[in-house]
């Protein structure tokens, strides 16, 4: 099993960055892939990034492309979603998700979920 915790939510005005953290526990990540998604109220969860588990390829949802930057810390077990230049649109519970070995944007192929991050973009 793997536990996710999320982290580094919050308030923040439009042009502002943030930056997200994903601590896992229960077993190490080395192997999987790691994804971030989001969800709006009344919307469906999105993807917005996914790195790979040896962290040499990554995925970006094209709405944050060039914006939101996805990376991992081996020796801290986390993973984290640099935000910049953010907008009144990317607010959502961001969510971090693993999955064993098999990179991927669609939701249900992810095994493991914390119980997200509320981030809230002013305009």
């Known amino acids: 099993q793997v536990q996710l915790v999320e982290s580094g939510g919050g308030l923040v005005q439009a042009g502002g960055s943030l930056r997200l953290s994903c601590a896992a526990s229960g077993r190490t990540l080395s192997g999987y892939a790691m994804g971030w998604f989001r969800q709006a109220p009344g919307k469906e969860r999105e993807f917005v990034a996914a790195v790979s588990g040896s962290g040499s390829v990554k995925m970006y949802a094209d709405s944050v492309k060039g914006r939101f930057t996805v990376s991992g810390d081996d020796t801290k077990n986390t993973v984290y979603l640099q935000m910049n230049g953010l907008q009144p649109e990317d607010t959502a519970v961001y969510y971090c998700?693993?999955?064993?070995?098999?990179?991927?944007?669609?939701?249900?192929?992810?095994?493991?979920w914390g119980q997200g991050t509320q981030v809230t973009v002013s305009s």
């Open positions: 998700a693993a999955n064993y070995l098999r990179l991927s944007s669609t939701v249900g192929q992810y095994d493991y």
